[in-house]
């Protein structure tokens, strides 16, 4: 009986205790409940006192007695000085190009020339078929109150790092005044101050490989003054190193080129606007050295080389809103004069005469954006060999030509956003006397990294 | 003779090269809205230039030679800022030769500095389209906000002309209170617009939204800065068949085609606010800017 009991008590406990469990449970879900309901009003209650605290605060940010301190509450928020990111906080601005081309050529490009010209630095269409154009790298930032540097940095195809710019600039002159100091690429003419990521072809214009191999960088200085004036007015000056075509290395002290230039420009309306410049390269050459890709003779010369050159640019956007529809139309003019002596085939004749040489070229290119993303535009190019004067001594070896060197292209570009662009180009080369180069281009050129800024 | 010669031709050059007004402060607005304000405070004491007029988009103006000249003899810049003119305003900043309008300096003046900003990304990617690390820059639509540039303005002009500063100060007294009558008064109007689902063309109106309470319901660029595609625009026209809206949004400037395609297929209205002042034949000054936006969204709500 007893055992029974116990049995029958030892069930009821074994039973019992989860159900005392139960109803414990019960019951402290139930606090659970009233504690959750406590905080959910006393919550409510605070998120209405806080949105009326809000309310009031917008009521005040609007009225204008108060709005002196409202604008101090709602002042600038400067990053925290202790917040883990200040060591880098400083950073520069740093931004990428990357650009690639495949191209298809039917002259081989090895055996490029301009007819009648003696060029240096970077000629030719460039190499066949998939290749990588320069990737740059743009670093810049204010180095302190006065002054701002930029390097551009780019690597080519080849795997060579090259420092394109390097510069420093003065930024609070005054008076109009800017000056620049290190490597950049000069102020004469219209496209030479900008890097090929900008320009609206492939390539360079003829006139630019012949004058100025491509582009016109140098080591030097830079003196800029814009005038006080409506209408923009700005006169530059240069020296530097001048070791670059049209100059040489020459291992001398003082200034191997001088460049002076002066630019206008205006709107004309809300639609129009221009801008026009003059400009005057002085280089001396020691030993500038020319291998002529034909022949394979090497020359060399020694004496002055002075460009003069005319640049404008007009640009046109209905509105004077260029985010849908825009035209810009842009030429420029080369006049070269150049004396010295010129050593025909230096490692074999070795034969050196007088040399003198007058020479001129031109382009005028258009382009139009005629919808969002799309732009169409033609390029024509050409150059005249001049007056060339060898010599009595060499004029067995080189004669002057008077072929004109001459060039059409056409091209489509589309830009899926104002970081990328993907390019067709069509070429009709005529730079060679008696064939004719008909060039194929594709090519993209993207950016990332910082928003850049870019000239008129 | 050879005197005269000389006179005359000095004088057709100085009518050519007109010299930048001298005594009075010159001001560079680089958009409308702000040139306005700075007229109403700075009265016949500053003379204003608007680098870019209502029917440009200021994100993609380039820095015109003009410009350039205007930036070399201002004495004050009063842009925007939140990286709005980032494409233009740095080339005037490094190339004007002019040191008082240079970032930090008294006078470069940043209106997005003196409000709250909204839309400031979680993350940076350019994979999101052309998005402003600090924010959305379009701080112009909402009348509260411009009272707050304004007394940061006026303060600006008094510390830059502090001879005139009571002059400013008595113009800004002005300004302040017909301005806050006046927000009043829009506000009063907009009670029938408080809740009112709309499209946007592009996010360029968070402000009025929320000053007004209006839903922005969808965008038609897929992505800020990115024009729409004709497969998001079918998106659009089938997410507002389930969800009604009364009207889609633009500025002035933009391009009405996408807006209008909408327009027409969900019948609503395709609407042009004028943005800045400028924008519509009625916003003349600030106050034409927002009696007009409003009529514009009242006519369209009706």
Same mark, same amino acid.
């Given at each position: 009986?007893?055992?029974?009991?116990?049995?029958?008590s #030892?069930i009821?406990?074994?039973? #019992?205790?989860?159900?005392?469990?139960?109803? %414990?449970?019960?019951?402290?879900?139930?606090q659970?409940r009233?504690?959750?309901?406590?905080?959910?009003?006393?919550?409510e209650?605070?998120?209405?006192a806080?949105?009326?605290?809000?309310q009031?605060?917008?009521?005040?940010?609007?009225?204008?007695?108060?709005?002196?301190?409202?604008?101090?509450?709602l002042?600038p928020?400067?990053?925290?000085? =202790?917040?883990?990111?200040?060591?880098?906080a400083f950073?520069?601005?740093?931004?990428?190009?990357?650009s690639?081309?495949y191209?298809s050529?039917?002259q081989?490009?090895?055996?490029?020339?301009? =007819?009648?010209?003696?060029p240096?630095?970077?000629?030719?269409?460039?190499?066949?078929?998939f290749s990588?154009?320069?990737s740059?790298?743009?670093?810049?930032?204010?180095?302190?109150?006065d002054?701002?540097?930029h390097l551009?940095l780019?690597?080519?195809?080849?795997?060579?790092?090259?420092?394109?710019?390097?510069?420093i600039?003065? =930024?609070t002159?005054?008076?109009?005044?800017?000056?620049?100091?290190?490597?950049?690429?000069?102020?004469?003419?219209?496209?030479?101050?900008?890097?090929?990521?900008?320009w609206?072809?492939?390539?360079?214009?003829?006139?630019?490989r012949?004058?100025?191999?491509?582009?016109?960088?140098?080591?030097g200085?830079?003196l800029?003054?814009?005038?006080?004036?409506?209408t923009f007015?700005?006169?530059?000056?240069?020296v530097?190193?001048g070791?670059?075509?049209?100059g040489?290395?020459r291992?001398?002290n003082g200034?191997?080129?001088?460049?002076?230039? %002066? &630019?206008?420009?205006?709107?004309?309306g809300?639609? &129009?606007?221009?801008?026009?410049?003059?400009?005057?390269?002085q280089n001396?050459?020691?030993? /500038?050295?020319?291998?002529?890709?034909v022949?394979?003779?090497s020359?060399?010369?020694?004496?002055?080389?002075?460009?003069?050159?005319?640049?404008?640019?007009w640009?046109?956007?209905?509105?004077?809103?260029?985010?849908? /529809?825009n035209?810009?139309?842009?030429?420029?003019?080369? /006049?070269?004069l150049e004396?010295g002596?010129?050593?025909?085939? =230096?490692?074999?004749?070795?034969?050196?005469?007088?040399?003198?040489?007058?020479?001129?070229?031109?382009?005028?290119?258009?382009?139009?954006?005629?919808?969002p &993303?799309w732009?169409a535009g033609?390029r024509?190019?050409?150059?005249?060999?001049?007056?060339?004067d060898?010599?009595?001594?060499?004029? %067995?070896?080189?004669?002057?030509?008077?072929?004109?060197?001459? /060039?059409?292209?056409?091209?489509?570009d589309?830009s899926?956003?104002?970081?990328?662009?993907?390019?067709?180009?069509?070429?009709?080369?005529?730079?060679?006397?008696?064939?004719?180069?008909?060039?194929?281009f594709?090519?993209y050129?993207?950016s990332?990294?910082a928003?850049?800024a870019?000239?008129? | 003779?050879?005197?005269? $010669?000389?006179?005359?031709? !000095?004088?057709?050059?100085?009518?050519?090269f007109?010299?930048?007004?001298?005594?009075?402060?010159?001001?560079?607005?680089?958009?409308?809205e702000?040139?306005?304000l700075?007229?109403e405070?700075?009265?016949?004491?500053?003379?204003?230039y608007?680098?870019?007029?209502a !029917?440009q988009?200021?994100?993609?103006? +380039?820095?015109?030679?003009?410009?350039?000249?205007r930036?070399?003899?201002?004495?004050l810049?009063a842009?925007?800022g939140?990286?709005?003119?980032?494409?233009?305003?740095?080339?005037?900043?490094?190339?004007?030769?002019?040191?008082?309008?240079q970032?930090?300096?008294?006078?470069?003046?940043e209106?997005?500095? *003196?409000v709250?900003?909204?839309?400031?990304?979680?993350r940076?990617d350019?994979?999101?389209g052309?998005v402003?690390?600090?924010?959305?820059?379009?701080?112009?639509?909402?009348?509260r906000? $411009?009272?707050?540039?304004?007394?940061?303005?006026?303060?600006?002009?008094?510390?830059?002309?502090?001879?005139?500063?009571? *002059?400013y100060?008595?113009?800004?007294?002005?300004?302040?209170?017909k301005? +806050?009558?006046?927000? +009043?008064?829009w506000?009063? +109007?907009?009670?029938?617009?408080?809740?009112?689902?709309?499209?946007?063309q592009?996010?360029?109106?968070? *402000? !009025?939204?929320?000053?007004?309470?209006?839903?922005?319901?969808?965008?038609?660029?897929?992505?800020?800065?990115?024009?729409?595609?004709?497969?998001?625009?079918?998106e659009?026209?089938?997410? $507002?068949?389930?969800?009604p809206?009364?009207?889609v949004?633009?500025?002035?400037?933009?391009?009405?085609r996408?807006?209008e395609?909408?327009?027409?297929?969900?019948s609503?209205?395709?609407?042009?606010?004028?943005?800045?002042?400028?924008?519509?034949?009625?916003a003349?000054?600030?106050?034409? !800017?927002?009696?007009?936006?409003?009529?514009?969204?009242?006519?369209?709500?009706?």
């Amino acid at each position: 009986m007893f055992r029974r009991k116990l049995i029958a008590s #030892g069930i009821t406990l074994m039973l #019992g205790a989860p159900l005392s469990a139960f109803a %414990a449970d019960n019951a402290e879900m139930q606090q659970i409940r009233n504690e959750i309901k406590a905080m959910k009003q006393s919550y409510e209650a605070r998120i209405e006192a806080l949105e009326q605290r809000l309310q009031r605060a917008e009521a005040l940010a609007g009225k204008a007695e108060n709005s002196a301190a409202a604008a101090e509450s709602l002042a600038p928020q400067t990053p925290s000085s =202790t917040s883990p990111g200040a060591a880098n906080a400083f950073n520069p601005a740093i931004s990428m190009i990357l650009s690639g081309t495949y191209a298809s050529l039917k002259q081989d490009p090895a055996s490029y020339r301009i =007819t009648g010209f003696i060029p240096g630095g970077e000629t030719g269409p460039g190499t066949r078929g998939f290749s990588l154009a320069e990737s740059e790298l743009i670093v810049s930032a204010n180095i302190d109150p006065d002054f701002h540097g930029h390097l551009t940095l780019a690597v080519s195809p080849e795997n060579t790092l090259g420092v394109e710019e390097a510069a420093i600039q003065t =930024t609070t002159l005054g008076h109009g005044l800017a000056a620049k100091a290190g490597r950049f690429y000069s102020g004469i003419g219209y496209l030479n101050g900008q890097h090929a990521h900008a320009w609206d072809f492939v390539d360079a214009p003829l006139a630019y490989r012949a004058f100025l191999g491509r582009q016109y960088g140098n080591d030097g200085v830079q003196l800029k003054w814009i005038a006080p004036t409506d209408t923009f007015l700005e006169f530059g000056a240069e020296v530097g190193r001048g070791s670059n075509f049209p100059g040489s290395e020459r291992n001398k002290n003082g200034v191997g080129s001088y460049a002076l230039f %002066a &630019h206008a420009g205006d709107d004309v309306g809300t639609e &129009h606007s221009w801008r026009t410049g003059i400009s005057w390269l002085q280089n001396t050459a020691k030993a /500038r050295a020319y291998d002529d890709p034909v022949s394979g003779v090497s020359n060399a010369l020694d004496g002055s080389s002075s460009l003069w050159l005319a640049d404008f640019v007009w640009k046109w956007a209905p509105n004077g809103n260029p985010a849908y /529809r825009n035209f810009k139309l842009q030429g420029e003019y080369f /006049r070269r004069l150049e004396n010295g002596d010129l050593t025909f085939d =230096t490692t074999g004749i070795a034969s050196t005469d007088r040399y003198s040489a007058t020479q001129s070229g031109w382009y005028l290119q258009g382009i139009y954006q005629f919808m969002p &993303h799309w732009r169409a535009g033609l390029r024509t190019d050409r150059l005249d060999s001049g007056t060339a004067d060898y010599g009595a001594g060499n004029s %067995a070896y080189l004669s002057p030509s008077t072929y004109r060197p001459a /060039r059409n292209s056409l091209m489509v570009d589309y830009s899926p956003s104002e970081f990328s662009r993907l390019r067709l180009q069509l070429s009709r080369d005529k730079s060679r006397e008696g064939s004719t180069d008909n060039q194929f281009f594709l090519q993209y050129i993207m950016s990332l990294g910082a928003h850049g800024a870019h000239t008129f | 003779m050879l005197k005269r $010669i000389l006179k005359i031709s !000095l004088m057709a050059a100085l009518a050519i090269f007109s010299l930048p007004s001298l005594g009075a402060l010159n001001i560079l607005a680089c958009e409308p809205e702000w040139g306005a304000l700075a007229s109403e405070l700075g009265g016949d004491k500053v003379t204003v230039y608007n680098a870019t007029n209502a !029917l440009q988009d200021p994100h993609t103006i +380039q820095a015109r030679p003009s410009l350039l000249a205007r930036a070399r003899n201002a004495n004050l810049l009063a842009c925007t800022g939140a990286e709005l003119e980032t494409g233009w305003l740095p080339i005037l900043l490094r190339q004007s030769g002019n040191a008082a309008i240079q970032p930090g300096r008294p006078g470069n003046f940043e209106a997005a500095a *003196y409000v709250q900003k909204l839309e400031i990304p979680a993350r940076l990617d350019r994979a999101d389209g052309d998005v402003h690390a600090s924010g959305n820059p379009h701080i112009q639509t909402d009348p509260r906000n $411009i009272a707050l540039v304004a007394d940061a303005l006026a303060k600006r002009l008094s510390q830059l002309d502090p001879a005139n500063a009571a *002059y400013y100060q008595t113009l800004h007294k002005a300004f302040a209170e017909k301005w +806050q009558t006046a927000i +009043q008064r829009w506000e009063k +109007q907009a009670t029938p617009l408080r809740g009112m689902p709309v499209v946007v063309q592009h996010k360029a109106f968070p *402000y !009025l939204s929320r000053w007004l309470g209006l839903r922005e319901i969808a965008a038609l660029e897929p992505k800020p800065g990115v024009e729409p595609s004709s497969s998001h625009l079918g998106e659009v026209l089938a997410q $507002i068949s389930s969800q009604p809206v009364k009207m889609v949004l633009r500025a002035a400037y933009q391009d009405g085609r996408s807006s209008e395609w909408l327009a027409e297929r969900a019948s609503i209205h395709a609407v042009a606010l004028p943005f800045t002042v400028g924008g519509s034949e009625q916003a003349r000054d600030l106050f034409g !800017l927002f009696d007009d936006t409003l009529q514009k969204l009242l006519a369209a709500a009706k």
